[in-house]
C-alpha cells in the first residue's frame, strides 16, 4: 500500500487518492522532511505521473520547499511528469521569493 504516515511531533501524511495521485498533509518543516524525503520515494515510485495534492499541509518552512524541488528531480529522473495541487499560499510566496514559482509545476 502507497501510504506514508510520520506521527512524530510534526505528523506528515501521505495517502492515495481515488482518482490517482496523493495527498500531503501535515507541517513539512526542518524537523519532518528528511524522514519525510527518505519514506516517500517508495511512495512515489508507482507508474504514471504523480500528482500531489498540498490542500493539507499545515506549516511548511524553506525544506518544505526544497522538498517540492526534490520531488520535482525525482519525477524528472523517473521521466514523469509531476504537478502540485493546491500549494499553500505560504509555500508560494517562499518560491517567488527565491524566484522558482516558474518552475514548480503547479495546477
Same mark, same amino acid.
Given at each position: 500500500?502507497?501510504t =506514508?504516515? #510520520?506521527?512524530? @511531533? /510534526?505528523?506528515?501524511?501521505?495517502? +492515495?487518492?481515488?482518482? &490517482? /495521485?496523493f @495527498?500531503? @498533509?501535515?507541517?513539512?518543516?526542518?524537523?519532518?522532511?528528511?524522514?519525510?524525503a527518505?519514506? @516517500?520515494?517508495s511512495?512515489?515510485? /508507482? /507508474?504514471?505521473?504523480i500528482?500531489?495534492? %498540498?490542500?493539507?499541509?499545515?506549516?511548511?518552512?524553506?525544506? &518544505? %520547499?526544497?522538498? =517540492?524541488?526534490?520531488w520535482? #528531480?525525482?519525477? #524528472?529522473?523517473?521521466?514523469?511528469g509531476?504537478?502540485?495541487?493546491?500549494?499553500? +499560499?505560504?509555500? %508560494?510566496?517562499?518560491?517567488?521569493?527565491s &524566484? =522558482?514559482?516558474?518552475?514548480? +509545476?503547479?495546477a
Open positions: 500500500m502507497n =506514508l504516515k #510520520r506521527d512524530n @511531533s /510534526g505528523a506528515v501524511h501521505i495517502k +492515495p487518492l481515488a482518482e &490517482g /495521485g @495527498s500531503v @498533509s501535515g507541517a513539512l518543516t526542518f524537523e519532518t522532511v528528511p524522514a519525510v527518505h519514506d @516517500s520515494a511512495v512515489l515510485s /508507482g /507508474g504514471g505521473d500528482n500531489l495534492d %498540498l490542500q493539507g499541509i499545515s506549516h511548511a518552512d524553506s525544506a &518544505g %520547499l526544497a522538498l =517540492l524541488i526534490e520535482m #528531480r525525482t519525477a #524528472r529522473a523517473q521521466e514523469k509531476i504537478v502540485f495541487k493546491n500549494v499553500p +499560499p505560504q509555500m %508560494l510566496a517562499m518560491a517567488t521569493m &524566484g =522558482l514559482e516558474n518552475i514548480l +509545476p503547479t
